[in-house]
């Protein structure tokens, strides 16, 4: 059974640098032609898809948050990690990592964005 965690800090204050993880246990994050998403929800909205990275490494972007995310992965530890500068408080949402195609998905992590 793949199970999904993420973590990382609950309030980052605005113009900072968010950081998640999400940790992946009962499969390989590089088993093939799987991918890795990070979506958020803000409070009141609805899904939103950040970016992926796939099991070859390749990474693909929401155009709309591209300038702002970076997501990378350390194979070693099968974790993925979520990167978004520059945070304002519409970035206040609640964040998974998903293997959405698959069925997977972490059980979210809230994050507000307020000095």
């Known amino acids: 059974q793949v199970q999904l965690q993420e973590s990382g800090p609950g309030l980052v204050k605005p113009s900072k640098t968010l950081s998640l993880t999400c940790t992946v246990s009962?499969?390989?994050?590089?088993?093939?032609?799987?991918?890795w998403s990070w979506i958020r929800q803000p409070p009141g909205k609805g899904l939103e898809w950040m970016g992926a990275?796939?099991?070859?490494?390749?990474?693909y972007y929401n155009p709309s948050l591209k300038s702002r995310t970076s997501i990378s992965r350390d194979t070693s530890k099968n974790q993925l990690t979520l990167q978004l500068t520059a945070v304002t408080p519409e970035d206040t949402a609640v964040y998974y990592c998903?293997?959405?195609?698959?069925?997977?998905w972490g059980q979210g992590t809230q994050v507000t964005v307020s000095s």
């Open positions: 998903a293997s959405y195609s698959r069925g997977y």
């Open positions: 009962g499969g390989s994050i590089t088993t093939n032609y799987y991918s």
């Open positions: 990275i796939a099991y070859n490494g390749k990474t």
